[in-house]
């Protein structure tokens, strides 16, 4: 599966409609949180994010291609 190129406000986007949380910002860093099972993510505020974050939220939240 090729990772899109997304920025980091539209990974917090998708992330809400998976039903996480923000919990704060801290710098240009939201912190989002998701409690059933509890998991955190750090989604930096980039207009572009590295494939390695991209890939990490994918694993960690669960999200697909197809969320964006």
Same mark, same amino acid.
Do not use: Y
């Given at each position: 599966?090729?990772? =899109?190129?997304?920025?980091?406000?539209?990974?917090?986007?998708?992330?809400?409609?998976?039903?996480?949380?923000?919990?704060?910002?801290?710098?240009?860093?939201?912190?989002?949180?998701?409690?059933? =099972?509890?998991?955190?993510?750090?989604? =930096?505020?980039?207009?572009?994010?590295?494939?390695?974050?991209?890939?990490?939220?994918?694993?960690?939240?669960?999200?697909?291609? #197809? #969320?964006?």
């Amino acid at each position: 599966m090729k990772l =899109p190129v997304i920025s980091g406000l539209e990974m917090v986007k998708a992330l809400h409609r998976k039903g996480w949380i923000t919990r704060r910002q801290t710098g240009s860093h939201v912190i989002m949180e998701r409690l059933d =099972p509890w998991a955190e993510l750090s989604i =930096p505020q980039h207009k572009v994010l590295k494939r390695g974050i991209v890939h990490n939220c994918f694993v960690t939240a669960g999200l697909t291609a #197809d #969320d964006f």
